[in-house]
């Protein structure tokens, strides 16, 4: 029987990750904590309160920090029991039984799009998630679950979007949307990386898309782009002139973590937030920037 029902969700995190660089030359940047947590376990985790528990990971060389993250450790549970850290212990363990995982080596990273179409063994002829390994949302799963329940009522494709500055629209693949009701956004075109001119909207491609099955077609059929890579925007931009592609507006703040600086500054709003940590830190904060202004005001 066709499995109409989203069970799985597709979790791309083979990129080299040249922006972050060396640092990425022997640990994948979806392991960099967050204060103390990971950003997979982010992603993961938002996941798991959607209600999706198969994630299917492409994974890469240098990857395989990832597989141990969501593994039994046995030493390490051995030693916080020794050591009667009883609080960690259960959050250790509550991590290696978080998911049932599944690991596809992508070979070559010859794109995002390549990346999912790796996936597709894993996934089969249902619908799925995709989930860049990168970005974090706010409010996760609230957008996890709306983002399915328009997938429920159209059983069509769903792109997340959200608003970025005009300046910024060169950075991101932009979408050309109609209102047919309330809260609910067709998708008529995809541009990559337009200039402000060009841009038909501020509304960026975000990270989170449920897809039909039929996107493997599409991926299969795309052409290598820019830099030899399988674009998944030019496999969407195909599977636009047979199916209709929902849009779905981000609630929420968009956290990426692909590059150092908004990396710092998601890390910074992060432990801000924190109680154990967040007020010594903005007190520290505070100081250096007194400093550093003293400095720059001093001709
Ligand atoms: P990015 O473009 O942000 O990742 O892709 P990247 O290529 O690793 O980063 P830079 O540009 O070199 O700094 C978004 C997500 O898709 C995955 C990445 O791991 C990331 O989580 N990806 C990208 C793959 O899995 N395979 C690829 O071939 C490319």
Do not use: C
């Amino acid at each position: 029987m066709e499995q109409r029902r989203v069970r799985k969700a597709v979790l791309p995190v083979a990129g080299w990750g040249t922006r972050f660089l060396p640092a990425t030359k022997a640990m994948p940047k979806e392991m960099f904590p967050i204060i103390d947590k990971p950003v997979i376990q982010f992603i993961v985790e938002e996941l798991l309160d959607a209600g999706v528990e198969n994630a299917i990971f492409v994974t890469g060389r240098h990857k395989r920090p990832i597989e141990h993250h969501f593994d039994i450790n046995t030493d390490l549970e051995r030693h916080l029991e020794e050591a009667g850290k009883e609080e960690i212990l259960e959050n250790i363990r509550e991590i290696s039984h978080m998911i049932n995982p599944i690991y596809v080596r992508q070979k070559q990273q010859l794109g995002l799009g390549h990346a999912v179409l790796t996936a597709e063994p894993a996934v089969g002829s249902e619908p799925f998630i995709v989930s860049l390994g990168d970005i974090i949302l706010e409010k996760g799963s609230e957008n996890i679950k709306k983002m399915l329940s328009l997938y429920n009522r159209f059983e069509r494709s769903v792109i997340a979007l959200f608003e970025v500055p005009e300046e910024e629209v060169g950075k991101y693949g932009i979408a050309k949307v109609r209102e047919i009701e309330d809260d609910v956004l067709l998708i008529e075109d995809l541009v990559e990386k337009p200039s402000p001119e060009e841009a038909p909207s501020n509304l960026a491609i975000v990270g989170r898309y449920i897809f039909t099955p039929r996107i493997f077609h599409k991926l299969r059929d795309t052409k290598p782009g820019k830099g030899g890579e399988i674009q998944l925007t030019d496999a969407m931009k195909l599977l636009l002139e047979e199916e209709a592609i929902y849009a779905y507006r981000i609630e929420g703040k968009v956290y990426d973590t692909g590059n150092p600086l908004d990396y710092l500054k998601t890390v910074f709003e992060f432990a801000l937030r924190r109680e154990d940590i967040g007020e010594e830190l903005l007190s520290f904060m505070t100081r250096l920037i007194s400093k550093q202004s003293q400095l720059i005001d001093k001709p």
